[in-house]
């Protein structure tokens, strides 16, 4: 079961809640169940050379870094 964030649309609370696909969620603090699920970010460790540099740090893309002019 994935983790879920939501904001509730009555009092504005931000929560996370382990759920299973359509099963209704209810707001922790005022139990309102209009919520909406928001965009979760995702962090990934990756190994390769082009997440070592910030973008830009080395001129990145169009920057003449990418080898593209």
């Known amino acids: 079961m994935p983790i879920y964030e939501y904001i509730c649309r ?7 809640k382990l759920v299973s696909p359509h ?3 209810a ?3 005022c139990q309102s169940g209009r919520v909406t699920r928001r965009l979760s ?3 990934i460790k990756t190994t ?3 997440s070592e540099a910030p973008v ?3 001129g990145g893309c169009c920057g ?4 593209c002019h």
């Open 41 to 43: 970010l995702v962090g």
């Open 23 to 25: 099963v209704a969620v």
């Open 27 to 29: 707001c922790p603090s």
């Open 10 to 16: 009555e009092c504005a609370a931000e929560f996370e």
């Open 56 to 58: 830009g740090a080395q």
């Open 64 to 67: 003449g870094g990418c080898g």
């Open 48 to 50: 390769s050379r082009f």
